[in-house]
């Protein structure tokens, strides 16, 4: 494991008690992913304290929520055992730059704010044909009031599409992220795998 990456984002969900705030999922389930859908699974990627997970878990999927933080996983194991849906979260203490997913055969993999192009490729394979796939995270922007981030964790403009060209893309959106401290813009994407019969067609 990265420990130095570990250390940083366990002393951040420590000392910035704001991060660890029960706060909304991402939009795009919101608007995309059928609310209803008992039994499926799921893998959340950097899941943090649980925020898309715990929706899903609700919604009556199994999700496997991967972060590097052991701080953020106890938040969120914590907040499942409130809502008795522990059976229903699987946490994993992971570094995502050598991590493999346990599994192929997903019917949806969230992964928002962390950018690993690498990544992305290979969970793609992990996604059951008709599954989806949703990416949320920071666009490099002349907009930005942030300076920090290193341009490699940047999406660029358009990029996303192009990292799902063999997909159904369902939405796609470049937009101002006005719920965070500093305004960022970031890149949103929902797709669907096409199933064999679809790419033959």
Not at 179 to 201: F, Y
Request: net charge negative.
């Amino acid at each position: 494991m990265a420990e130095r990456d570990r250390e940083k984002w366990d002393r951040k969900y420590r000392e910035n008690p704001v991060l660890s705030d029960e706060r909304p999922p991402c939009r795009w389930l919101e608007e995309y992913i059928p609310e209803e859908h008992e039994n499926s699974i799921a893998l959340d990627v950097a899941c943090g304290t649980g925020r898309n997970t715990l929706w899903l878990a609700r919604h009556g999927w199994y999700v496997d929520a991967v972060d590097i933080s052991s701080v953020a996983l106890d938040i969120l194991k914590e907040r499942a055992e409130q809502e008795d849906l522990n059976e229903r979260i699987a946490s994993r203490l992971a570094d995502l730059d050598r991590f493999e997913a346990p599994r192929s055969d997903y019917d949806l993999i969230v992964k928002t704010n962390y950018l690993d192009r690498p990544l992305i490729a290979d969970l793609q394979t992990r996604v059951r044909p008709g599954g989806y796939f949703i990416v949320d995270t920071y666009l490099d922007h002349p907009e930005n009031e942030r300076e920090t981030f290193q341009s490699d964790f940047l999406l660029q403009a358009a990029e996303l599409p192009l990292l799902f060209a063999d997909w159904e893309i369902l939405a796609y959106e470049e937009y101002p992220n006005e719920e965070e401290t500093h305004r960022m813009m970031k890149a949103g994407i929902v797709a669907r795998k096409l199933s064999t019969l679809s790419i033959e067609e």
